[in-house]
């Protein structure tokens, strides 16, 4: 079946650590790709999104993600989290059979000050 | 521009009854789209409308129902609650098709007792 993981449901960081959230989807064909945040209290907000071109996407606030083909993956990085980060991150990716997104389970960061 | 508005915000509904929800979109966003947002099952697509029209729907019972209006407002209905209808339903536009990612509402806690 079609589907968007996101292997990492909780993460706590300090801030300064590095971040890195997995997001892999089972679909051979033409994707595209998204990660939304979701801070607490707030709405869904778009991070970043690939559609083609150059698979290192740089999104809002430091965020970037990249996009292997070969692996199905498009994970989101972040040098240094900051406080302000804590959120939850949710994968998304269309073009699996339509263009309706299906979204990962998302992933919960915490990022202690 | 206003962001996706979703009335009301919270709900609290008798098992057995109906709810309706509503949504407006950004100006100039013909898309709508539902989701029901729940800790254990992230983000599950209900339907989408497009000028008036369910153009796709998702693996939901009958109990779900929506609807566009000519100035693209939408309404999603759901009859007969019951206690896993509990949710966050969030609201999502877009110019067609979610192809630049969706702008979400802040969602309608619905809790069913």
């Known amino acids: 079946a079609q589907s968007v993981s996101q292997h990492n449901h909780h993460v706590i960081l300090s801030e300064a650590a590095s971040l890195e959230l997995g997001c892999n989807y089972s679909y051979g064909g033409t994707v595209n790709l998204f990660w939304y945040v979701q801070y607490p209290g707030q709405h869904l907000q778009l991070l970043l999104k690939y559609f083609s071109g150059d698979p290192l996407v740089k999104g809002i606030k430091g965020f970037e993600a990249e996009f292997i083909k070969s692996k199905f993956s498009f994970n989101l990085r972040k040098p240094s989290v900051q406080w302000s980060d804590t959120a939850e991150y949710f994968c998304a990716v269309n073009g699996l059979g339509s263009y309706i997104p299906t979204f990962g389970r998302g992933t919960s960061l915490i990022v202690h000050p | 521009k206003a962001g996706v508005t979703q009335t009301p915000r919270y709900l609290i509904k008798t098992r057995g009854q109906q709810v309706t929800l509503s949504c407006s979109p950004i100006?100039?966003?013909?898309?709508v789209s539902w989701y029901q947002q729940t800790p254990g099952q992230g983000l599950q697509f209900l339907f989408e409308y497009f000028s008036e029209t369910q153009r796709n729907k998702g693996n939901f019972p009958g109990r779900f129902s929506g609807r566009q209006f000519s100035n693209s407002r939408s309404e999603m209905n759901v009859s007969t609650l019951e206690l896993g209808d509990s949710a966050l339903y969030l609201c999502?536009?877009?110019?067609?098709?979610?192809?630049?990612?969706?702008?979400f509402g802040s969602g309608t806690r619905l809790t069913v007792v």
């Open positions: 100006s100039g966003h013909r898309s």
């Open positions: 999502a536009s877009s110019l067609d098709r979610g192809s630049d990612g969706y702008t």
